[in-house]
């Protein structure tokens, strides 16, 4: 009989231990299980949060809201949000609809907004928008970047300065030896030449600048990108470190895998932190 219950409570583990489902886990970058909570300290002590998503997953877009939701908790007013997702030269059309001057509707129309804006990213403007937050459009306008694709830096050089007060000031660092723009040009196969990396970093270096020309000292600023700009702290962090190598800075990436056990090798020191969802969850689009 004792052997009985004993087999039993087993039994009754297993099923318990099968019927939990597990969205995501947290990392570091190392590899080990981390919580939430120590995610959030790190991010409240930091200067600069860069938040590299994955642009059609779910998970990522809830975490990023719940993310600005609990730093605001602690930070108030000196929580600072920005984002690649819009351009910077749509900064007027952002700042009149966070003051209610434009209603969503004229914005819409009068923005470049990304086709998921709607369902992924308009939750963290009104966020913004409800505490009177400041919300940053950092990427550079997207013809910009076409211009560099198409006939590398020298094809902005000779914009006219009314141009210019759009993108970062020239000439842009551009180091091709980071691992990240050489991943580039393997993954593209040599579609795009050398320039597909260059109009790359002219966006990650009008990031940089935009960030840092609306950051001041006390305030956190809370980025969201993909993930591409700023895992191993290339990218947009590369660029700022460059400038004001002393903020101290936290990233965060998203990656999927089918096992929530452990971190795969490959997602290993992408970043401080490591967001892993399950693959099978579904994706946005």
């Not at 570091?28 to 200067?47: F, I, P, Q, V």
């Amino acid at each position: 009989m004792k052997y009985f219950f004993s087999l039993l409570s087993v039994i009754i583990s297993l099923n318990i231990q099968a019927q939990k489902k597990q969205a995501y886990q947290i990392f570091t970058g190392s590899g080990h299980k981390t919580s939430y909570k120590k995610l959030l300290k790190a991010a409240r002590n930091a200067d600069l949060v860069f938040f590299g998503e994955e642009h059609d997953n779910p998970v990522a877009h809830w975490f990023e809201l719940e993310l600005a939701k609990d730093l605001y908790k602690s930070t108030g007013k000196n929580l600072v949000l920005g984002a690649e997702m819009m351009e910077t030269d749509n900064q007027k059309q952002v700042n009149e609809y966070l003051n209610d001057s434009l209603n969503y509707k004229k914005f819409k129309k009068e923005a470049r907004l990304w086709p998921n804006f709607k369902t992924d990213y308009k939750p963290l403007m009104d966020f913004a928008k409800k505490h009177q937050l400041r919300f940053i459009a950092t990427n550079v306008p997207r013809r910009y970047a076409s211009k560099v694709y198409h006939g590398g830096f020298k094809a902005v050089d000779t914009l006219p300065r009314k141009d210019k007060q759009w993108i970062a000031p020239l000439p842009i660092k551009y180091d091709p030896e980071l691992s990240q723009y050489k991943k580039m040009l393997d993954m593209m196969k040599g579609h795009g030449g050398e320039n597909l990396p260059k109009a790359q970093a002219l966006k990650d270096a009008t990031m940089a600048y935009n960030i840092l020309k609306n950051y001041k000292k006390g305030e956190l600023f809370l980025h969201f990108n993909g993930s591409f700009h700023s895992n191993y702290k290339q990218g947009i962090v590369w660029h700022i470190k460059q400038q004001q190598p002393d903020l101290k800075i936290v990233t965060i990436d998203v990656e999927t895998q089918e096992s929530l056990k452990k971190l795969d090798k490959k997602h290993r020191n992408k970043a401080d932190f490591v967001i892993v969802v399950n693959s099978n969850f579904p994706r946005s689009y």
